[in-house]
C-alpha cells in the first residue's frame, strides 16, 4: 500500500534548474530519509530527519538540502542541478528504530 | 566501521529451482537485519525482519532467511522460485536509527 508518495515520478530537466523532489507520508511517522540510488543499484543514505525541524546528512555527500517544517512532509531540493544528480532518489519512513522501513516508488531524475 | 556485503551481483535460476541469496553484515551488537526486494520502476518492499529470537525467519511470498551469529549472515532462502520473483535484492543493517544497504544481487528466472 502506498502510504508514502513521491512526486514526480520521472523529471528530466536542464543543467543548472532549481529542482524540489516531493516526499509525503501520511503514517505520522517520525523518521523519514532519502537514499539515492546508483544505475547500479547500490543504495546511499543522503539525508535523515528524526522529526519536525531536525535535518542530518547522510554518509554520502550530497549537494542537496532537505527541510522537515511538517511530520508528513520531507522534499529534497537541488538549487543547480547537474548531470552528476542523475539518479533515483528514495524516501522512506519509520516510525521508531529498528522498525522497517516504508518506502516510496522514488523519483528518477536525469539532468542532462 | 559496520557494513553489509553481498557477494552475488547477479543470479539467474530456473523456475522451480531453490534459491539462496547471500549476505553477510560487519556489526559489534546484536543487529536488525532486513531483506527488501524491488521490483523495476520501484520503491523497496520488505520481505522479512530478524530482531532477536528464533534465527530463522519467515516472511513474505514464500521467502526465509536464517540469522548466523559465527559467521556473520543472514542469506535469504526460496524452495522453488517463480517467475515473479526476479527482482533486485537488498539485505541491510539498522545501524544507530539509519539502514545501511548492501549493494544488492539482481536476480534472474528463466522458465
Known amino acids: 500500500e502506498a502510504d508514502i508518495y513521491q512526486t514526480p515520478r520521472y523529471l528530466v530537466i536542464g543543467t543548472g534548474k532549481k529542482i524540489t523532489l516531493e516526499c509525503s507520508q501520511t503514517?505520522?511517522?517520525?523518521?523519514m530519509y532519502w537514499y539515492q540510488q546508483d544505475p547500479g543499484m547500490e543504495l546511499h543514505l543522503i539525508h535523515y530527519?528524526?522529526?519536525?525541524?531536525?535535518?542530518e546528512k547522510g554518509d554520502l555527500s550530497s549537494e542537496s538540502t532537505v527541510s522537515r517544517i511538517r511530520t508528513e512532509h520531507f522534499p529534497l531540493t537541488l538549487e543547480s542541478a547537474r548531470p552528476s544528480h542523475t539518479s533515483q532518489y528514495l524516501c522512506?519512513?519509520?516510525?521508531?528504530?529498528?522498525?522497517?522501513?516504508?518506502f516510496g516508488n522514488g523519483t528518477r531524475l536525469t539532468v542532462t | 566501521a559496520q557494513s553489509v556485503t553481498q557477494p552475488d551481483i547477479h543470479i539467474t535460476v530456473s523456475e522451480g529451482a531453490s534459491l539462496e541469496l547471500r549476505c553477510n553484515y560487519s556489526?559489534?551488537?546484536?543487529?536488525?537485519l532486513f531483506w527488501y526486494v524491488q521490483s523495476p520502476g520501484q520503491g523497496l518492499q520488505l520481505l522479512l525482519k530478524?530482531?532477536?529470537?528464533?534465527?530463522l525467519v519467515q516472511g513474505i511470498k514464500g521467502f526465509e532467511a536464517e540469522f548466523k551469529r559465527s559467521q556473520s549472515s543472514f542469506n535469504l532462502r526460496k524452495p522453488s522460485v517463480h517467475w515473479s520473483d526476479a527482482a533486485e535484492y537488498f539485505c541491510?543493517?539498522?545501524?544507530?536509527?539509519?539502514?545501511?544497504f548492501g549493494t544488492g544481487t539482481r536476480l534472474q528466472v528463466f522458465p
Open positions: 522512506a519512513s519509520t516510525p521508531r528504530t529498528g522498525s522497517p522501513l516504508h
Open positions: 503514517m505520522g511517522h517520525d523518521k
Open positions: 530527519s528524526y522529526g519536525v525541524n531536525s535535518t
Open positions: 556489526y559489534g551488537a546484536t543487529p536488525y
Open positions: 530478524y530482531f532477536s529470537g528464533d534465527t
Open positions: 541491510a543493517v539498522d545501524r544507530a536509527d539509519k539502514l545501511i
